[in-house]
Nanobody, 121 residues
Framework: VQLQASGGGLVQAGGSLRLSCVISGGTFSRYAIAWFRRTPEKEHEFVATVSWTGSAPTYADSVKGRFTISRDDAKNAVYLVMNSLKPEDTAVYFC???????????????WGQGTLVTVSS
């Protein structure tokens, strides 16, 4: 299973970005997909996850109400729409796939390469 994350970039505080994660080499519809981020202080910070059914997405408190995770099984893709971005959202964002939608990074089996999001103040 391969994951390809994209969509990062430089944005001003208050702006928006949409990250994409395309999965290949597996049965996409059977996987839970999550986004984590890495900063110098936190190596694996949970951001959001969505189950293989697409129901009941889960968010970290720090992003709840600002970020939205969704999946498109026809395109084997998961998206993370990030609104009202803050400088503290600056990080490398990774998508991950696994059997269960959990906040634990060690449960996910496959990882993308990461995409950098920089939010300027």
């Amino acid at each position: 299973v391969q994951l390809q994350a994209s969509g990062g970039g430089l944005v001003q505080a208050g702006g928006s970005l949409r990250l994409s994660c395309v999965i290949s080499g597996g049965t996409f519809s059977r996987y839970a997909i999550a986004w984590f981020r890495r900063t110098p202080e936190k190596e694996h910070e949970f951001v959001a996850t969505v189950s293989w059914t697409g129901s009941a997405p889960t968010y970290a408190d720090s992003v709840k109400g600002r970020f939205t995770i969704s999946r498109d099984d026809a395109k084997n893709a998961v998206y993370l729409v990030m609104n009202s971005l803050k400088p503290e959202d600056t990080a490398v964002y990774f998508c991950a796939a696994g059997r269960s939608a959990t906040t634990r990074f060690d449960i996910y089996n496959w990882w993308g390469q990461g995409t950098l999001v920089t939010v300027s103040s």
